[in-house]
């Protein structure tokens, strides 16, 4: 479900607007066509989106595929502004997006296991209400085959700091890492993904 406008950000909320809202434009920096979705994409192309050049999410948050029907390698949107394509990926090696779904966050409560080898046998690390930068720094150095989501939206990333591929956990169990689009057993870093109208990334204001 696409239109195609050009200044979706200023327009009026109606009430029962959807609860999700992305506007593509086809050039970095916010220029050029835009297209807004508030549902489920399978194909930007067959939407008459030619190229993604930058992201504005209104209401998300969102995951992104660099393949047509919600394939290959993963990136998650939140709300907030994404002007060029490193703002929203450090993998580099595609600079497609083909298709975009919304991300429906599962209640206040997170809870993770991540397991060393498949159908969740070996070492394992369980994280609970908290982001993860390192699993090195909790002293879990093993690679991760299998994940069971207890509650909560998670994004597992390939490396330390929140940085390589991404890939989306949602509530349920993945037995092998090809259930959640990893080549490769590798994890190393994990975060929460929560709704902003109740966590505010950033947010936090020192005392004077």
Not at 100 to 129: T, W, Y
Request: with cysteine; charged share 25%.
């Amino acid at each position: 479900m696409a239109t195609d406008h050009h200044n979706p950000a200023s327009k009026q909320q109606q009430p029962g607007t959807s609860a999700f809202k992305l506007v593509i434009y086809e050039q970095e920096n916010f220029q050029g066509r835009c297209h807004e979705l508030t549902g489920p994409c399978n194909n930007l192309q067959e939407a008459g989106v030619e190229k993604v050049g930058s992201i504005l999410v209104l209401c998300g948050p969102w995951v992104g595929y660099e393949q047509a029907s919600c394939k290959g390698e993963q990136f998650v949107f939140e709300k907030g502004e994404y002007p060029r394509w490193d703002s929203w990926t450090n993998s580099r090696r595609s600079e497609t997006l083909f298709a975009f779904r919304p991300i429906k966050v599962d209640g206040q409560e997170h809870k993770i296991v991540l397991f060393e080898n498949p159908s969740f046998a070996g070492k394992k690390i369980e994280i609970i209400d908290d982001d993860v930068p390192s699993f090195h720094g909790h002293g879990y150095q093993e690679k991760v085959s299998s994940v069971r989501v207890q509650s909560g939206t998670w994004v597992g990333y390939q490396y330390p700091g929140y940085r390589g591929f991404q890939y989306l956990f949602e509530k349920g169990e993945y037995k092998e890492c090809a259930e959640f689009g990893a080549q490769l057993p590798q994890i190393q870093s994990v975060r929460r993904i929560r709704d902003m109208q109740w966590h505010l990334r950033g947010a936090f204001n020192p005392a004077p």
